[in-house]
């Protein structure tokens, strides 16, 4: 039997499905590495979850592959599918992945360093291992790509903006997933005003009217909008001038921002909201309160953006799990017609709204989106 594989490399986990080729490719296996660093878990669903010590995205790609073997064994893998974050200017729809396809996509490191160098690592590991798979690399940036003008840029001379410096926004597998789960199952919503927080290890919120993205909270990098994990999310430029004032080079500032920002920056104890949620460290507490004001913020700003809400839904590790974030961001928004239902919300429910705004929570899959992208190139 023919197999397609996917490959998701985000910032703090590696996720991976195994599925039949086909319109709607049946899954055969999935799992993920997670909490990549010094306590790394391999997850393969339907077994145990298994600590695999310390692991970076290389030997936890090694690791995923030897999980695998078993699965693979006597089955053909024709495709590997690969969420690549940054498609620049020139990529939106999924490409084949040749040598002057992935150079081009090299340059594009320098913008979202947490993920490109990953992603294309596991293009590398993956034209290894299955030599004559076809490669296909499936952009995070391609849903946001017909948003406005208004949205694109930045109030920046206009020649910065031709260079290719626009606000592309991230995490599109994940928006395409949860619109495609809207139009199956809520079909009037899906041509409605909804806003969708995808809250993982990164962040971002994406306004989208009638299955079209308007508006999102992420920009150039995936730096920009909420908090995260250890990003800062919205900055005031003018601090940039201030750290490179007092001597900080490109390198340091990147590793501020990108590492040791968000809530592991503000809390000095955790980049996971598991951990800061179960603390009852005062830091801990301030870091989520600052979360939870930006998240509130930006549904306000995204509703503006929309011209009004008919939905509201949460997905990504956080927006997932973590139904005290969910209560804090819908408390006391009655005037935009989100009100709680408590219960449905504690118990992760997929309807955890009362009011005439709907509020969901669906559990992303931007592997099932990257298989889709193979199995049609494959036929
Ligand atoms: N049960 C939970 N409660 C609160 N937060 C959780 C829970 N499970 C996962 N998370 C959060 O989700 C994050 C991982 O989200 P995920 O979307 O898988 O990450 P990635 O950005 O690497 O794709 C973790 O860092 C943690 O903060
Ligand atoms: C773009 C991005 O931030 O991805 P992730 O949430 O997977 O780190
Ligand atoms: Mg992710």
Not at 78 to 105: A, C, M, W, Y
Request: with cysteine; net charge neutral.
């Amino acid at each position: 039997m023919s197999v397609i594989l996917t490959l998701n490399a985000g910032s703090s986990s590696i996720k991976f499905g195994v599925h039949e080729t086909g319109v709607e490719p049946p899954l055969l296996a999935s799992g993920q590495v997670e909490n990549l660093g010094p306590l790394a878990r391999l997850k393969v669903k339907g077994t145990p979850a298994r600590e695999i010590g310390p692991a970076d995205h290389a030997v936890a790609l090694r690791a995923i592959l030897h999980a695998l073997a078993p699965v693979l064994e006597g089955r053909k893998v024709l495709g590997v599918g690969h969420r690549i974050v940054h498609g620049g200017k020139s990529f939106g729809d999924p490409v084949r992945l040749t040598p002057e396809v992935i150079d081009q996509l090299r340059t594009l490191e320098p913008l979202a360093p947490l993920h490109q160098p990953h992603n294309l690592a596991a293009v590398d590991a993956a034209r290894l291992a299955f030599p004559e798979a076809l490669q296909m690399g499936c952009f995070d940036t391609a849903f946001h790509r017909g948003h406005p003008f208004v949205n694109d840029a930045f109030a920046l001379p206009l020649r910065f903006y031709e260079q290719g410096v626009r606000r592309y926004g991230f995490h599109g597998l994940s928006y395409d997933y949860i619109t495609s789960c809207l139009r199956r199952d809520w079909p009037a919503l899906a041509k409605g005003r909804v806003v969708v927080a995808h809250l993982g290890n990164g962040a971002s919120m994406c306004a989208i009217k009638d299955g079209h993205s308007v508006g999102s909270t992420m920009g150039f990098s995936a730096l920009d909008g909420l908090p995260m994990g250890t990003r800062c999310g919205q900055l005031d430029p003018g601090v940039l001038l201030y750290l490179m004032a007092q001597g900080m080079g490109a390198a340091e500032i990147e590793r501020i921002l990108y590492h040791e920002s968000g809530l592991k920056g503000l809390s000095e104890i955790s980049h996971d909201m598991r951990t800061l949620l179960a603390s009852d460290d005062p830091r801990a507490a301030q870091a989520v309160e600052y979360y939870v004001f930006r998240l509130r913020r930006e549904v306000g700003a995204m509703a503006a953006v929309l011209g009004g809400l008919d939905g509201v839904v949460f997905t990504g590790g956080i927006g997932e799990h973590a139904a005290p974030i969910r209560a804090r961001v819908i408390e006391g928004m009655e005037f935009l017609g989100l009100e709680l239902d408590a219960g449905a919300n504690a118990k992760d429910a997929t309807r955890i709204g009362t009011g005439p705004v709907e509020v969901l929570v669906i559990p992303t899959d931007e592997e099932r989106v990257i298989a889709r992208a193979v199995s049609k190139a494959l036929s």
